[in-house]
């Protein structure tokens, strides 16, 4: 009997460092680990130890004999991945080394390295947690986020039925308690605190700010209401307080999404979910009012290339197989032949399906191109074109969702490269084009450091290289020595930000709102209002 990944991996590779026998891959150190889906764990060579489930963040790691059954398939899927890629090494070759956290050298006992991190979401929290689990030196780690609550990705990017996959959330909380972590929420970089007053304070800045922008079509239309960037359409049903008071037009039967990724999964699963599995996760309250009201029975996901090159991972779409009352199909016949991957299977299985009266669906549709969005005075069709066969078509629809991904935005005195949207870097390092050296003190990690690539767990080691580089810098001298402490920063902050909150407000709002969650049986209810957050904030503040 085996182990087996299921569908919400993180893929922080937490289980590869502590399995004895190297039987979880791809690891961090080999080159499919930056594009695999998801990890696996081989069935000939685990041991059932159980480690790996002992210390996976997010509960992803099951036994084999206890697959639900729509779990099953996970253990086809963990073995095919060993089939496509037979092990060439020796057993442990490819156990990585213990983080960098976690190195046995000498303490430097010298006074604490300072750093400011600009961001709350998983590479925020993974920079800290590498700098302040370190033996070998001591560090003090300040937190700033614009927004009254912490979590960036996990809380307003992740699916609210994906809730096992929130769950990574509880490290996050660890980091936050350790000592020199200090959090000042409510603060916005380049509007209270400028960069260069950042490096007064710190030996260096670590810009985690995620992606905050969206790409584009580039098509007549693709701003008539009706139409939105899927970044909007999560960050909405998420209850981000920059998009809590947005409303999208739900009265028509049809909506296409345009893109096969995760999020246009996502977004398609949320259109057709029943309101009453809905109201189970934290969904915000504003979304759950809109959405059970909503006429939408039927969303179309649109490809432009073939089904080979669907951009969802294996397991989102075995996870639409799992909604009751949803049919989902494909749009077209599948070819399959004999070594196709189980993506390819799925797809093929969904082609040959037909429609079951009184169903809503989901259909999937490859092989066309988005061309316009038709309507007078909102949307009322998209145009597409075959991108094979040139035809053109028009599918009547009242809402279109771009989800062809997210982009980085410019960060006011860092260079920033336009046709990626990331900020100029060498293995986190911020660098002069001009120059090609780096910028003193200044380092990048998450989206805006690769783009928006990867899931939740890929942050780990993505910031744990922008610490490697930071710490190596300091070793070696180059990094400007603060002019004031930490402690001299938090008084500038109170003096300018007085209304800002603290760690401390911050477990108080997550009590606050888990709390209201149990009485209703739900994960959490979120706030949504940044004065609510605040109130409830000196509330808390008042019983302490």
């Known amino acids: 009997m085996s182990y087996v990944i299921t569908q919400n991996c993180c893929n922080d590779a937490t289980c590869v ?30 041991i059932d130890c159980g480690a790996c489930a002992d210390v996976c963040p997010v509960d992803a790691i099951a036994a084999a004999d206890s697959l639900r059954p729509d779990q099953q398939p996970y253990r086809d899927l963990n073995a095919e991945y060993f089939a496509r890629h037979p092990r060439t090494a020796a057993p442990g070759a490819h156990v990585q080394p213990l983080p960098l956290s976690l190195a046995t050298a000498g303490r430097d006992d010298a006074a ?20 302040l689990a370190r033996r070998d030196i001591a560090a003090e780690v300040t937190v700033l986020e614009r927004l009254p609550v912490a979590g960036g990705l996990v809380r307003f990017g992740v699916a609210p039925d994906h809730w096992r996959t929130k769950t990574v959330d509880r490290v996050f909380a ?27 304070h710190h030996h260096a800045v670590i810009h985690a700010s995620g992606a905050a922008g969206d790409r584009r079509l580039g098509i007549p239309g693709e701003d008539l209401p009706g139409s939105h960037s899927a970044r909007e359409f999560v960050a909405w049903y998420n209850g981000h307080p920059d998009h809590a008071d947005r409303t999208f037009d739900l009265s028509a039967r ?46 179309v996901v649109l490809g432009r290339r073939g089904p080979e090159s669907a951009a969802c991972t294996t397991p989102e779409l ?26 390819t299977r799925v797809l093929a299985e969904y082609a040959r399906r037909r429609p079951t009266p009184g169903n809503k669906r989901i259909v999937l549709r490859f092989g066309y191109t988005p061309v316009s969005v038709d309507g007078v005075e909102r949307a009322e069709a998209l145009g597409v074109r075959g991108t094979e066969t040139g035809v053109s078509e028009t599918i009547p629809c ?19 490269d336009e046709t990626t949207g990331t900020v100029t870097h060498a293995a986190g390092r911020v660098i002069d084009p001009d120059s090609g050296e780096p910028v003193p003190g200044q380092y990048v990690a998450g989206w805006i450091k690769r783009g928006a690539t990867g899931v939740i767990g890929t942050n780990r080691h993505c910031a744990a290289e922008t610490v490697a580089a930071l710490v190596e810098d300091h070793r070696h001298g180059r990094l400007p020595a603060p002019v004031a402490g930490t402690a001299e920063f938090a008084g500038l902050l109170r003096e300018r930000c007085p209304e800002a909150l603290s760690g401390a407000d911050w477990r108080a709002i997550d009590r606050y709102e888990r709390r209201r969650g149990q009485e209703s049986g739900r994960p959490r209810v979120k706030i949504v209002d940044r004065v609510q957050a605040a109130l409830v904030a000196a509330a808390d503040r008042g019983e302490r």
């Open 398 to 416: 009242g809402l279109v969702i771009r989800a062809v991904g997210y982009r980085g935005l410019p960060i006011a005195g860092l260079p920033f």
């Open 112 to 131: 604490p390295l300072c750093v400011a991190v600009v961001g709350s979401g998983p590479s925020a929290f993974y920079a800290a947690e590498e700098l």
């Open 17 to 46: 460092a502590v399995c004895p026998v190297d039987c979880i891959h791809p690891t961090p150190g080999e080159r499919e680990y930056h594009t695999t889906e998801m990890l696996y764990i081989d069935p000939d060579t685990c």
């Open 318 to 343: 075995l996870a639409l197989d799992s909604l009751p009352g949803v049919d989902v199909l494909v749009d077209g016949p599948v070819a399959v032949t004999a070594g196709d991957p189980m993506k």
């Open 174 to 200: 660890r980091t936050a308690r350790r000592d020199g972590f200090t959090m000042h929420l409510g603060i916005e970089v380049g509007r209270d605190v400028t960069v260069a007053e950042l490096l007064e």
């Open 254 to 299: 049809r909506a296409v999404v345009i893109g096969t990724g995760n999020v246009a999964l996502d977004i398609a699963r949320i259109l057709v979910t029943d309101n009453a599995t809905l109201a189970a996760t934290d969904m915000a309250d504003h979304a759950l009012t809109a959405l059970a009201d909503s006429a939408v029975d039927e969303v």
